[in-house]
């Protein structure tokens, strides 16, 4: 099994920066790809970023590019999303996600097999 955990959310106003950070646990660890989905009130869960696990590609939704930045630290099993220039769409809880199905697209929420408990983020105006 496969324990995520996500931290580093908050109420931040309209151009501050947050950085989520998920740890993952548990007795093996070597996903496919990790990915940070989000999910605002009364909306569905939307991809935001994805790194692959062993190697350098990242991806990333239209939203996120140019302001967001995801990266892993394999040793310490975690992944981050360093957030910058936060608008107040940004506004959602924020989930870390693992996937272990290296086929699957990663921009899609059925492809992630484990879930962290999501993260609040709220960007004021």
């Known amino acids: 099994q496969v324990q995520l955990v996500e931290s580093g959310g908050g109420l931040v106003q309209a151009g501050d920066s947050l950085r989520l950070s998920c740890a993952a646990s548990?007795?093996?660890?070597?996903?496919?790809?990790m990915g940070w989905f989000r999910q605002a009130p009364g909306k569905e869960r939307e991809f935001v970023a994805a790194i692959v696990w062993s190697g350098t590609r990242t991806y990333y939704a239209d939203s996120a590019k140019g302001r967001f930045t995801i990266s892993r630290d394999n040793a310490k099993r975690t992944v981050s999303l360093q957030m910058n220039n936060l608008k107040p769409e940004d506004t959602a809880v924020y989930y870390c996600a693992a996937n272990f199905r290296p086929l699957l697209r990663l921009d899609v929420v059925a492809s992630y097999d484990y879930w962290g408990q999501g993260t609040q983020v709220t960007v004021s105006s």
């Open positions: 548990g007795r093996t660890f070597s996903p496919y790809a």
